[in-house]
């Protein structure tokens, strides 16, 4: 399809296990932006990548979270040793502009919702 | 304090109604300013755009007033459908000086027969 796509949809890990979810962005979109959404809460900055450039990391909640985007398209979001805390929903959004260039709209996958027991 | 702040809600109304959500940011410097509409296990997806003008799109009006620096949306005519949450979202440059977008809490609407 035309739109961002995740996978997995639903994932449910081991406390300690290690995971992998996967982003396809809308084929040509430049940014690339992962966020984590408690239940209840609003989607919160994680990462962004501008092309295969991580240029912005900030969010990341602890050195067991790291995201790659090798070849400028597909990300993956990869979470080590997966702690109780970690059960959330993980949004992938893509936009047009690049850096410097105002944000318009992003359009953002069905996300992976993640359960570690 | 929140970037961006939101009454979580629920606002409960009936069908035909009208009613408004409110939204504050804190980033004085920030330059674009968004509605995104939110369902139950579902992903955001843009609503509409905010203008210092403020603009209409059919039963929904938004505007924004950059010395208060809050943001809000108006709903008229209240259908079953518009039962979501409202997600205010503001443009935050970074550190690296890109644009983010920051996300409120949302504010959930359930609309009843």
């Known amino acids: 399809g035309a739109g961002v796509s995740q996978s997995p949809r639903y994932k449910v890990a081991k406390r300690g296990q290690d995971v992998a979810l996967r982003c396809d962005p809308i084929s040509g979109h430049v940014s690339l932006f992962w966020y984590q959404q408690a239940l209840g809460q609003g989607p919160e900055f994680l990462t962004y990548f501008q092309n295969e450039a991580q240029l912005d990391k900030s969010g990341l909640p602890s050195d067991r979270f790291f995201a790659e985007r090798p070849e400028g398209s597909v990300s993956t979001l990869k979470i080590q040793r997966t702690q109780q805390e970690d059960s959330a929903v993980y949004l992938c959004a893509s936009s047009q502009p690049g850096q410097g260039v105002v944000v318009t709209e992003a359009f953002f996958g069905q996300g992976t919702r993640l359960t570690v027991v | ?113």
Not at chain 2, 57 to 81: C, E, H, M, V
Not at chain 2, 96 to 111: C, D, E, S
């Open chain 2, 1 to 113: 304090r929140k970037e961006v702040e939101q009454d979580p809600g629920p606002f409960n109304v009936p069908e035909g109604a009208t009613v408004a959500f409110n939204c504050t940011y804190s980033n004085s410097a920030s330059q674009s300013f968004f509605w995104y509409r939110q369902d139950c296990r579902k992903e955001p997806k843009l609503l509409m755009s905010v203008y210092s003008s403020g603009n209409e799109d059919g039963r929904f009006t938004a505007q924004l007033n950059r010395a208060s620096q809050y943001i809000s949306l108006l709903i008229r005519d209240s259908k079953l459908s518009d039962s979501a949450t409202y997600l205010c979202v503001v443009n935050a440059e970074s550190k690296t000086g890109f644009q983010k977008l920051v996300f409120g809490t949302g504010t959930r609407l359930l609309v009843s027969p």
